[in-house]
């Protein structure tokens, strides 16, 4: 059956080899509940099968769709059990979203021609395989976080990213949408936020030590209804979006659109532009009060579109050089009796951190917001390694790990030359494969704290969805069954086995229409960077790729 990721148990039934058929006569009868697991089974499985699908009750070929209360107390909310026998399809799970992991463990058994979006052959035979299985994640929390702000996705590639994350079982999608580089979510009280901090002259072209620019405007944002809708669409999909805006650093976007968010007497921010390279700036928000009612605005329309209990705050990597040298800065600083710049940066977070918990929300932030104190309820990503996520859940945090030295998808994939972009730590199949979320100096108890863990796509060498795609796949996948199956230790997890299931999967991303890295390395024309993002396509040759990092 080749799934991915691979489920907890499953046996075949009464003959080995036996298949339940589906044709035009198929119904699904949708219990309470999985409404939506049925439209959803309707538009996708339907429009690739030819398959009408239509609702019924009864009669000997039927698909039959379930909340199972029993399901839920053996195998938990997100734990569901097919059943495939002469009788029905049994796709039962113990909540909505129980069924509709189990609808996407369905879509597999058909075979990956179910991954497309009309048929190929309308003549052709549709069944599954007469099969019990029985399955339920790992963790709660299996993410990937895409960052927008780099490189904007327009709406419709963030729409196919959902269906991609739901295909893997992922439940995650942490929206990164504000950066130095592009702010990318339409603020309805503060125009300029998108009508300027959406837009960028010019472009880095590569790393930063790259020397190439690509000399257009960059940029794109979504507006409000474009956020109802991935918020609606992922919930179909029993995805939880948690929108991210990065503060007090990574804010140079929105200074540029607001001079006075920024340092007034440190620079003159009214220069200031929407940000056209990479790494870390010096342009952080000032410390006003002024700037926290602006980003109190910022959160409150926030909350208004994105009903996520967790909103991520960012409160990474905020140098402190322009506090250091502010006159106000350092006032402020007096004024509220801190210690120095850095408890400021813990001030811009605890102010957060209260006015989410006052309003029934959780703040989660990168793992710098520790260094300051917080409030019981807040959560960490742990990004650089795993010491942040160890120190907050033996602080009693909730954590995300997602360390960047295992899976940061922006990294390269294999050692050489040839990839595409090959920065960063060399992360192959088998190292994600291989990334145990939950390190040994926890306790039990300690380990608790640890909700889940999430893939982390940086977009500042992807130019457009190729790149994403072939940077992100086929590496989701491995790590979507890191976050989903109980496997063994990392020495012990029989990764031959799960390439053999790949090659399923490849078929399957195939048919999804997936640009992924081929086993073998990528193709000529996934090769090299190019500094008119067209001209790699047509094989043209490349002038000064940039330097590996
Ligand atoms: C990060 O990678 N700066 C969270």
Redesign the pocket.
């Known amino acids: 059956m080749d799934l991915i990721p691979d489920p907890l148990r499953a046996w075949p039934v009464l003959r080995a080899g036996g298949t339940y058929p589906l044709d035009e006569e198929t119904v699904v009868e949708a219990g309470p509940g999985t409404e939506g697991v049925a439209r959803w089974l309707r538009t996708t499985v339907g429009a690739a099968t030819g398959l009408p699908l239509p609702e019924g009750a009864g009669g000997d070929n039927r698909i039959v769709l379930a909340v199972s209360p029993g399901i839920g107390r053996e195998l938990g909310p997100e734990g569901y059990r097919i059943t495939a026998d002469a009788d029905a399809v049994r796709v039962e799970g113990g909540s909505a979203a129980g069924v509709f992991w189990a609808a996407q463990t369905f879509r597999q058994l058909l075979g990956p021609d179910a991954y497309r979006r009309s048929p190929v052959d309308p003549g052709r035979e549709w069944s599954v395989p007469m099969t019990v299985i029985e399955d339920a994640p790992r963790f709660a929390w299996r993410g990937m976080m895409l960052d927008v702000a780099r490189h904007f996705m327009p709406k419709d590639g963030v729409l196919r990213y959902l269906d991609l994350l739901a295909a893997h079982k992922l439940n995650v999608f942490h929206f990164h949408l504000t950066d130095d580089q592009g702010w990318r979510v339409e603020i309805k009280r503060h125009p300029r936020l998108t009508e300027v901090g959406a837009w960028r002259p010019r472009t880095k072209w590569g790393h930063r030590a790259s020397e190439l620019w690509e000399e257009k405007p960059h940029g794109g944002y979504y507006t409000q209804d474009d956020i109802r809708e991935i918020v609606a669409y992922a919930a179909e999909r029993h995805i939880t979006v948690v929108p991210e805006i990065d503060i007090p650093g990574h804010s140079q976007a929105a200074v540029a659109a607001y001079p006075e968010l920024g340092n007034t007497d440190v620079i003159d921010t009214t220069s200031l532009t929407v940000w056209d390279t990479w790494g870390i700036t010096a342009n952080v928000l000032a410390p006003t009060d002024n700037t926290l009612r602006f980003y109190e605005d910022v959160f409150e329309e926030l909350l208004g579109l994105f009903p996520s209990t967790f909103i991520h705050i960012g409160g ?2 905020c140098l402190k050089d322009q506090w250091k040298e502010s006159p106000a800065a350092q006032a402020r600083i007096a004024e509220l009796g801190l210690s120095g710049e850095d408890e400021l940066q813990s001030w811009f977070i605890r102010h957060f951190d209260r006015w989410l918990t006052e309003r029934g929300r959780r703040l989660i932030g ?1 793992d710098e917001i520790l260094e300051g104190g917080l409030a019981p309820g807040a959560a960490v ?1 742990s ?1 650089r390694g795993y010491a942040g996520g160890i120190a907050a859940a033996k602080a009693g945090h909730d954590v995300v790990m997602c360390p ?1 030295q295992q899976v940061y998808l922006d990294h390269r994939q294999a050692p050489g030359e040839d990839e595409p972009m090959p920065i960063g730590y060399v992360r192959t199949l088998e190292d994600v494969y291989r990334f145990e979320p939950v390190p040994p100096q926890l306790t039990e108890e300690e380990a608790a704290r640890v909700l889940g863990t999430q893939a ?1 796509v ?1 977009t500042e060498v992807m130019q457009d969805r190729s790149r994403v795609d072939y940077q992100v796949f086929p590496r989701l996948a491995a790590f979507a069954e890191v976050a989903w199956s109980p496997l063994p230790a990392p020495a012990e997890r029989d990764f031959a086995d799960f390439e053999q299931r790949m090659a399923e999967h490849y078929r399957r991303l195939d048919a999804l229409g997936v640009e992924y890295r081929p086993p073998g390395g990528p193709l000529p024309w996934q090769r090299r960077p190019a500094p008119d993002g067209n001209s790699a396509r047509l094989g043209r040759p490349i002038e000064g790729a940039p330097p590996n990092v």
Do not use: F, G, I, V
Request: glycine residues 0%; proline residues 0%.
């Open positions: 990474d990597e990168w990503s990004w960047e982390n940086w």
